[in-house]
């Protein structure tokens, strides 16, 4: 089971503009400039930037876990501008030790109010004495030269043993008071920790409260995604999870209300386990794709899209259900194609319509078997468009690489304006990629930019965790994905 993050969302809210909420969605070309307030841009220079989680990699010992930042560029996310964030040195405040599982979980926001984003990153696996798994998140903060010049432990509000705090990560105004807020999924007491910001330099917010899930469960993978589907001055929030045992999957919508009230549960949502929100239709209000990539009717995962109105969620429109047997999907459904293990939402052809990126890390080829495949699904004004979509593999002309098993492309997708063109770019992964020579499957990177006619293959890049600077010994380089 992988662990993500929270995937890019956009909305036409203008309010999420100035909030640093807007993780993936392409302005119009003349409205980014350089400066402070573009969400995702650490450093200010105007180009919205990417952090790869390596949870798995070396930091003085195995699967203590590190962060790749990839600053973008005119030509995209470029990895000879990067920065590696772990938890050695005098910057970060702890320790690595091994399964601390640091850059598990990411989420990308202006925390404390300065114009310039800011990363937080999960390590579950932490043990801060006396718990042992109890989990922390660390705040980078950002500046004109970037993430990496200080960093502080959030005060975890829960403090258990066996909790893993940043297990899951989002951020979103959810109280409507102007402020970036932080969740975080409690895997052992089935709860999620809302931090109200402002956070301060110190790591303290606040406020914070504790959402309680209609079904407990312990032993869960769980997943957040934020954004304004009801239209108000709050953002909202999806919590999914996964259980380890039984593999049983639950979903939730919870609709933000204003400053004081709290988060309040308004939906069950189809069974999933990861999400994506943005306005796939363009009426102003975002949508919340789900995805339960592990579905077991045979059909290798489903995808259902739920409307964002004035009236509600999925009150306007009926829900879009999608497999790779849906009309202008690309592909035939098979049984552990893993359609939909991660989503993306966010404008790639600058139509203003947001479009859904699909990680299908399973796919199979032939006698290639979880080699993955990328889907971008097209948005319109009826919602998921029927033509005009993409698929993607490691064979696509112009894409570097070539597709082999356990590859598992398309483990992560995201969607993000890197190169200040107006339209969103694709950052994708593939945990199983072996470097070429190595039959160490340590993971790689893809970029792929975005275009009037979709995502292009030209002047497509790949790098893993070697062009970064890291040796070989490092593992699931891109497991987890911010920006």
């Known amino acids: 089971m992988y662990r993500h993050i929270r995937l890019s969302l956009a909305t036409a809210a203008a309010t999420a503009l100035t909030s640093g909420l807007l993780a993936g969605a392409a302005a119009p070309a003349d409205a980014v400039t350089a400066g402070k307030g573009l969400h995702g841009d650490f450093n200010g220079d105007g180009y919205r930037d990417v952090a790869i989680g390596v949870p798995d990699g070396m930091d003085g010992t195995t699967d203590a876990g590190w962060v790749g930042v990839v600053y973008g560029t005119s030509a995209g996310i470029d990895p000879s501008k990067r920065k590696i964030l772990t938890q050695s ?127 407990t469960s312990t032993y869960a993978n769980g997943f957040l995604s934020s954004g304004n589907i009801s239209g108000d001055a709050a953002d909202d929030l999806v919590v999914q999870y996964r259980t380890m045992r039984g593999g049983t999957s639950r979903a939730w919508y919870f609709r933000g209300s204003a400053a004081g009230k709290g988060l309040v549960q308004e939906a069950v949502l189809p069974a999933s386990h990861t999400s994506a929100v943005g306005d796939i239709d363009k009426n102003g209000y975002a949508d919340i794709a789900v995805a339960d990539a592990y579905e077991t009717t045979g059909l290798g995962g489903a995808v259902t899209v739920l409307y964002g109105s004035s009236t509600g969620l999925g009150r306007s429109r009926a829900a879009t259900s999608l497999t790779q047997n849906s009309p202008g999907v690309p592909g035939a459904s098979e049984s552990g194609d893993q359609f939909g293990a991660s989503l993306s939402v966010a404008d790639v052809t600058g139509d203003g319509y947001a479009d859904l990126a699909v990680g299908l890390p399973g796919e199979d080829f032939g006698s290639l078997t979880d080699a993955g495949s990328i889907l971008l699904l097209r948005g319109s004004a ?102």
Do not use: C
């Not at 959030?154 to 990560?169: C, H, I, Q, T, Y």
């Not at 770019?425 to 979709?454: F, N, Q």
């Open 382 to 483: 009826t919602g998921i468009a029927t033509s005009g979509n993409q698929s993607f593999t490691q064979n696509t002309s112009g894409i570097p690489g070539t597709a082999e098993s356990k590859d598992k492309f398309g483990s992560l997708v995201l969607l993000t304006d890197t190169n200040r063109n107006g339209r969103a770019d694709l950052t994708a992964s593939a945990i199983g990629e072996a470097v070429s020579g190595s039959t160490v499957r340590t993971g790689s990177v893809w970029r792929l930019l975005g275009a009037a006619t979709g995502l292009t293959s030209t002047g497509s890049k790949s790098f893993g965790s070697h062009e970064l600077g890291r040796g070989p010994e490092d593992r699931s380089f891109g497991q987890a994905l911010g920006g």
């Open 89 to 215: 040195g005098s910057v970060n405040p702890a320790t690595p030790r091994g399964t601390d599982r640091f850059g598990a979980s990411l989420s990308v926001a202006d925390f404390d109010g300065d114009g310039y984003s800011d990363l937080a990153v999960g390590a579950p696996g932490k043990d801060l004495s006396p718990n042992a798994n109890q989990g922390t998140v660390t705040l980078y903060w950002g500046g004109p030269t970037g993430l990496g010049g200080s960093a502080v432990l959030v005060k975890d509000p829960v403090a258990k043993d066996g909790n893993s705090f940043g297990g899951a990560l989002t951020a979103g105004d959810f109280d409507g008071d102007g402020d970036t807020d932080l969740a975080s999924y409690n895997s052992l007491s089935s709860t999620v920790s809302i931090l109200n910001g402002p956070f301060t330099r110190s790591g303290l917010w606040t406020s914070a409260s504790t959402v309680p899930l209609p079904e």
